[in-house]
Nanobody, 112 residues
């Protein structure tokens, strides 16, 4: 069955960086676009970034554009989110999504 497992979350100071990864299995990973979402406490889940199946096309929410970079490795069935210049408002549980499935999420906390 489809499985998505995020990792790489943690506590980081404002201005710092983190790299999230999502390991996918149970489907033909290279055939599907992948997305990252996040959900902050008391807020709705919001879309963060998208990458095409080949990795050649990406898109970002305005709130993260220029700071976050989505990438994928179709040989390893992984999608990553490089997050730089982190702000307290980036604090959220981050989820990867593919083939209409969600991962379990990984917590990112940006605080001094």
């Amino acid at each position: 069955q489809v499985q998505l497992e995020e990792s790489g979350g943690g506590l980081v100071q404002p201005g710092g960086s983190l790299r999230l990864s999502c390991a996918a299995s149970g489907f033909t990973f290279s055939s599907y676009p992948m997305r990252w979402y996040r959900q902050a406490p008391g807020k709705e889940r919001e879309w963060v970034a998208r990458i095409s199946s080949s990795g050649g096309d990406t898109a970002y929410a305005d709130s993260v554009k220029g700071r976050f970079t989505i990438s994928r490795d179709n040989t390893k069935n992984t999608v990553s989110l490089e997050m730089n210049s982190l702000k307290p408002e980036d604090t959220a549980v981050y989820y990867c999504r593919g083939k209409e499935r969600w991962g379990q999420g990984t917590q990112v906390t940006v605080s001094s």
